[in-house]
């Protein structure tokens, strides 16, 4: 499963973008979708995930920065899972990736080590 990320870009300090992550996986009864970032200098963190299980319907969870901010979305009739974000700060900046994998990959403390592709990302500079 090929992931190719877009949307990324700069943009002031408030302003907003909307990052894409193509996939046909939401289509399937178990799937999850990740949003991960990671800065220079710094480790990798989670943004956020949604979940679709058979009996179990659509969880999303998201990390405390991104909570209130930052929005997932899927669009199925466009295969997209999308990340919206709102009343970006500098420290937003770094690279995005989407990750895909099964349900049980999308987990309340955003860990990434349980999906199976990723994307090679897109760079979001915020400027103050």
């Known amino acids: 499963v090929q992931l190719v990320e877009s949307g990324g870009g700069f943009v002031q300090a408030g302003g907003s973008l909307r990052l894409s992550c193509p996939t046909t996986?939401?289509?399937?009864?178990?799937?999850?979708v990740g949003w991960f970032r990671q800065a220079p200098g710094k480790e990798r963190e989670g943004v956020g995930c949604?979940?679709?299980?058979?009996?179990?319907?659509?969880?999303?969870y998201y990390a405390d920065f991104s909570r209130g901010r930052f929005t997932i979305t899927i669009e199925h009739g466009e295969d997209t899972v999308y990340l919206q974000l709102n009343g970006v700060k500098s420290e937003d900046t770094g690279r995005y990736y989407c990750?895909?994998?099964?349900?049980?990959?999308?987990?309340?403390?955003?860990?990434?080590?349980?999906?199976?592709?990723w994307g090679q990302g897109t760079q979001v500079t915020v400027s103050s």
């Open positions: 996986t939401i289509h399937k009864s178990d799937y999850a």
């Open positions: 990750a895909v994998g099964w349900s049980f990959a999308c987990v309340l403390d955003l860990k990434g080590q349980n999906y199976l592709s």
């Open positions: 949604v979940k679709q299980a058979e009996g179990i319907g659509q969880t999303t």
